[in-house]
């Protein structure tokens, strides 16, 4: 098995060097071992669910600019393990198409050729942030985002003269002398001064990101890279924080978005879209969040439910499930993912999705009536099934009281953090539901994360 350069010292493949067969077992066994405590009555625990890819399997990878050693050239991938600052490239990672390794690889030695900086976040100062980066695996088509400050004017690394060096060094030696104690300094290393400073260069900002996209399109002109760029944005972010905001982006080439297929579907994604980053791993997942929902039953009966699909993202599980409902509505709190879902459903001609922006506490009024996000009241069909897939912290307890009031029969629970899945069992369980089957999903092979499938009845 090849390990990547950056074994041991990314903190991102926990399980590099295992076998993919005993890294399933390990998953597997864990989500037993949160789950059996808590579940009061007999159930059937399905073997886990593997991805179809074990490496290679990511549409989506977020890339920061930085450098590993003070001064060193730039440096474009992932956060050193056990460390906030240091940034390790990342071109040869494995878990993502080596369409995206090349890109990385031709963004760090494009920057890195012109000095350009990358912003440093204790002095909030620099331009280059980030590399967002999304690869359809269905269709191929690539969307590449460049994430960088405003700041221009310190966009390029000039090196200082060596009297201005030394000048750094006695005002730092200075500063060290009357900061700490001598018997402190004893225990400390005297800091060393920046050997550059941050200046305006010489070729305009479009200069430099018109140079910066041909050279990405010359990837595919020379076949080095096997998809298609739909699109090559550059987006402005100024906040403190170390997370990208889109504060204004600007297309340099194609456009916004990139389409992908989930299992005879077509969904539009953008950069900041929630979508599952393991497209095959989705379809598997899926497919079993049908099972559980007794969707093939659905199709042979011609029964038609109504479907609630709460904490439904962009839309996916509220789509695939619409063709056996007589209406299906998601409920997300993030607003552009709702967007994209209403949007999606148009491009799939679905017509029986309703989809609600808000917190789905909040949405949930009394009686089970939905709230929309004028803040009208809708008297909707109260549901025959529910599917759950809350965020990583699960359901907030006043949202699920309110969840168990409308009584279904079946609950379907997706969770991509098995530990709050547990959590949220207990009152479930109180309520009068009872757990049937659980299955594990492996979405992220070489990760110490997996996620879970819930079926649970309703005990009358």
């Known amino acids: 098995m090849n390990l990547c350069k950056n074994a041991g010292i990314c903190g991102g493949c926990y399980y590099q060097g295992t076998e993919y067969s005993e890294e399933l077992q390990k998953k597997e066994q864990g989500v037993r071992d949160l789950l059996d405590p808590v579940i009061r009555t007999p159930y059937l625990f399905e073997e886990i669910i593997p991805s179809p890819k074990?490496?290679?399997?990511?549409?989506?990878?977020?890339?920061?600019?930085?450098?590993?050693?003070?001064?060193?050239?730039?440096?474009?991938?992932?956060?050193?393990?056990h460390s906030f600052f240091n940034i390790?490239?990342?071109?040869?990672?494995?878990?993502?198409?080596?369409?995206?390794?090349?890109?990385?690889?031709?963004?760090?030695?494009?920057?890195?050729?012109?000095?350009i900086t990358y912003y440093?976040?204790?002095?909030?100062?620099?331009?280059?942030?980030?590399?967002?980066?999304?690869?359809?695996?269905k269709t191929g088509e690539i969307l590449v985002d460049l994430v960088t400050t405003t700041t221009w004017d310190l966009a390029m690394r000039t090196p200082v003269s060596e009297e201005a060096y030394e000048a750094r060094q006695k005002e730092l030696l200075a500063w060290f002398e009357q900061?700490?104690?001598?018997?402190?300094?004893?225990?400390?290393?005297?800091?060393?001064?920046d050997r550059y400073?941050?200046?305006?260069?010489?070729?305009?900002?479009?200069?430099?990101?018109?140079?910066?996209?041909?050279?990405?399109?010359?990837l595919k002109e020379e076949g080095i890279v096997s998809g298609t760029f739909s699109g090559i944005l550059h987006t402005k972010n100024d906040d403190l924080a170390d997370v990208i905001k889109d504060q204004g982006t600007d297309i340099l080439y194609g456009q916004s978005y990139f389409y992908e297929e989930i299992l005879g579907l077509r969904f539009r994604i953008t950069p900041f879209s929630f979508f599952q980053t393991n497209s095959l791993g989705a379809e598997r997942l899926?497919?079993?969040?049908?099972?559980?929902?007794?969707?093939?039953?659905?199709?042979?009966?011609?029964?038609?439910?109504?479907?609630?699909?709460?904490y439904s993202g962009t839309g996916t599980i509220t789509q695939l499930m619409s063709s056996v409902a007589s209406l299906a509505v998601g409920v997300e709190i993030v607003e552009e993912a709702v967007e994209a879902a209403r949007e999606n459903a148009k491009l799939n001609g679905i017509e029986n999705c309703d989809f609600i922006a808000g917190d789905v506490l909040k949405v949930i009024t009394e009686g089970g009536k939905l709230q929309k996000e004028d803040g009208s009241i809708e008297d909707a069909p109260r549901p025959?099934?529910?599917?759950?897939?809350?965020?990583?912290?699960?359901?907030?307890?006043?949202?699920?009281?309110?969840?168990?009031?409308?009584?279904?029969?079946?609950?379907?629970?997706?969770a991509c953090k098995p530990k709050s899945l547990a959590r949220d069992l207990v009152p479930l369980q109180e309520a009068g539901y009872v757990v049937q089957k659980v299955a594990s999903c492996d979405m992220f092979p070489r990760t110490n994360n997996c996620e879970a499938v819930a079926l649970l009845a309703k005990v009358h």
């Open 179 to 193: 900061r700490y104690s001598k018997k402190v300094r004893e225990r400390k290393t005297v800091p060393t001064p």
């Open 54 to 81: 074990e490496l290679y399997y990511r549409n989506k990878m977020e890339f920061t600019f930085g450098d590993s050693e003070k001064d060193g050239p730039l440096t474009l991938g992932l956060h050193q393990k």
């Open 197 to 218: 400073t941050m200046t305006r260069p010489d070729e305009e900002e479009d200069q430099v990101l018109e140079g910066w996209k041909n050279a990405l399109l010359q």
């Open 384 to 414: 025959d099934l529910i599917i759950l897939d809350p965020p990583r912290d699960g359901i907030h307890p006043k949202a699920l009281q309110k969840i168990i009031q409308y009584n279904v029969d079946r609950l379907v629970y997706v």
């Open 120 to 137: 440093h976040k204790k002095s909030h100062a620099g331009y280059l942030r980030h590399l967002l980066v999304r690869r359809a695996i």
């Open 286 to 310: 899926y497919d079993k969040v049908r099972s559980y929902a007794g969707f093939e039953d659905l199709q042979k009966e011609g029964r038609k439910p109504v479907i609630y699909d709460l």
């Open 88 to 115: 390790i490239n990342a071109e040869d990672c494995q878990i993502t198409d080596p369409d995206v390794g090349a890109i990385v690889k031709t963004t760090r030695e494009y920057f890195a050729g012109r000095e």
